[in-house]
């Protein structure tokens, strides 16, 4: 175990206005229903990782003192989670969040982290932020990560400017920043909503059927920010649906003959249409954006776009957004009705296993942070034991960063992606590949 004892600093996050706030909603609040998709897994969940490359060595005591101010801030994010009944719930630790230096991520919820379901830890330059999906999603956790990376920033320069879109340490949280997000939708019943399908229309890449294995690779480009930007205003594409058609147009190069939509399964923000905009819990749905033709051209690069903006524009309509979290909550009813931990996970076994055709996309923003955005050299997400592809993006200091997992050892989407981008004039790194794994959680499980 990191850290027995009450450490006297961490009980302050519980004596400020935010955390006095935490613990009075924590009964209300402690039942865990949105991120129920990430619990009843086989093997657990796998860290889903914030990976931060920083041009000077860390130093421990002010990343720690970083810390403890950020989770003033965020006491959520200090809560453990308990099993009881074959559910779980969110519950106060007494136990501190402590920094480390490791070359190695921990495992959450368990001993090495006291239980805790955010992990900081460090290697010289590089600082990890592992998190459990189940507590947060991108848009939950990376508010916290900004925080930390201005109070560290601050602290060690002994300066602390004012950064527009950083929440300090004593702003007050949100009314409704702590809440479960389907609190407020109405009561689902099986005629209204089913639980939710898996689109197979779409191209299977060839390596899945054959290739997957139990090991992730992980190919990371670092893009400039201010050359990607151009060519994707001139083409009426976003950042995230610039790198989809992009991706696409990898998979057609590589293979010309297929005839079923290439289709990006883009990660979708639900907050917005289910009454609890400022949750940090886990609320992200999918929406799909199919290419049926070939994409040659920049006119049918931005003919592409357009649509892509179109049908995001259609997903995200309060009444859209809304059906799609009803039947998510329709799913987790019928998981809250099981009455024991086995029947849940055989419930919820297709998780493991599940491949979403033809790739996935997800974009978690980007972090502003003023003049302290020098001190970073790279900044990426990613988790493993993800089938398929998955491709994660963040952006700061002038660089949009994509990390490609796969499920399969190949390095032809990747270096095809590349020679996209130099051929329309867009400065690129592409890293070596990168075998790797993030821990799986050592929450306790049921029926044992």
């Known amino acids: 175990m990191t850290m027995t004892t009450i450490d006297a600093t961490y009980q302050d996050i519980f004596k ?39 041009t000077e060595p860390i130093d421990q005591s002010i990343l720690q003192q970083a810390l403890n101010h950020a989770l003033k801030r965020y006491p959520y ?25 490791t070359d190695e991520l921990r495992r959450l919820g368990g001993p090495e982290t006291n239980s805790h379901l955010v992990d900081v830890t460090f290697d010289q330059q590089r600082l990890f932020i592992s998190y459990h999906h189940a507590l947060a999603d991108g848009r939950g956790i990376m508010p916290f990560v900004n925080t930390l990376l201005y109070d560290y920033f601050s602290i060690k320069n002994q300066d ?48 899945t059927k054959y290739h997957l294995n139990d090991r992730s690779y992980r190919h990371e480009l ?19 649906i610039a790198v989809s058609i992009m991706v696409s147009q990898a998979i057609q190069q590589i293979y010309p003959d297929i005839s079923d939509p290439i289709v990006t399964n883009m990660a979708s923000d639900l907050r917005s249409g289910i009454m609890n905009e400022h949750t940090f819990r886990n609320c992200v749905g999918s929406v799909a954006l ?11 690069f931005t003919e592409a776009a357009t649509q892509f903006r179109s049908l995001i524009r259609a997903h995200k309509m309060q009444d859209s957004l809304r059906a799609e979290a009803n039947k998510m909550a329709y799913l987790f009813d019928r998981l809250d009705s099981l009455s024991t931990f086995t029947e849940k996970q055989k419930m919820m076994a297709f998780i493991d296993h599940i491949l979403l055709n033809t790739f996935v996309l997800s974009y978690s923003g980007q972090t502003k ?25 963040l952006a700061t200091n002038g660089k ?16 095809t992606l590349a020679k996209i981008l130099r051929r329309n004039g867009i400065k690129y790194q592409l890293g070596e590949p990168t075998y790797f794994k993030t821990p799986v959680d050592e929450l306790a499980k049921g029926d044992r």
Do not use: C, W
């Not at 009964?27 to 490359?53: C, E, N, P, W």
């Not at 527009?164 to 609190?183: A, R, S, Y």
């Not at 994707?232 to 950042?239: G, M, S, V, Y």
């Not at 199919?290 to 049918?300: A, G, H, R, S």
């Open 290 to 300: 199919p290419i049926n033709t070939e994409v040659l051209t920049d006119d049918q």
């Open 16 to 54: 400020t206005v935010n955390g006095k706030a935490y613990l009075a909603a924590l009964t209300k609040v402690d039942k865990l229903t949105s991120g129920q998709s990430f619990l009843y897994g086989k093997q657990g969940a796998h860290s889903m990782v914030i990976d931060i490359r920083l």
């Open 160 to 207: 602390f400017p004012e950064i527009p879109g950083i929440n300090l340490d004593d702003d007050p949280m949100k009314p409704d920043e702590i809440g479960e997000p389907f609190e407020y939708l109405s009561p689902v019943n099986a005629n209204s909503a089913d639980i939710p399908e898996i689109d197979h229309h779409g191209h299977q890449l060839i390596e």
């Open 222 to 240: 670092v893009i400039d920010q201010a050359s990607f930007m151009k060519y994707a205003k001139a083409h009426d594409a976003t950042p995230a």
């Open 369 to 393: 942070l003023g003049k302290y955005e020098a001190y970073i050299d790279e900044m990426h997400t990613y988790m493993s034991g993800t089938n398929g592809l998955s491709i994660e993006m």
């Open 77 to 101: 994010l200090t809560s453990k989670m308990v099993l009881k009944n074959s559910s779980y719930f969110l519950a106060y630790n007494e136990l501190p969040m402590v920094v480390t230096q």
């Open 400 to 415: 949009i960063f994509v990390d490609m997992s796969q499920s399969f050892n190949s390095d032809v989407y990747a270096v």
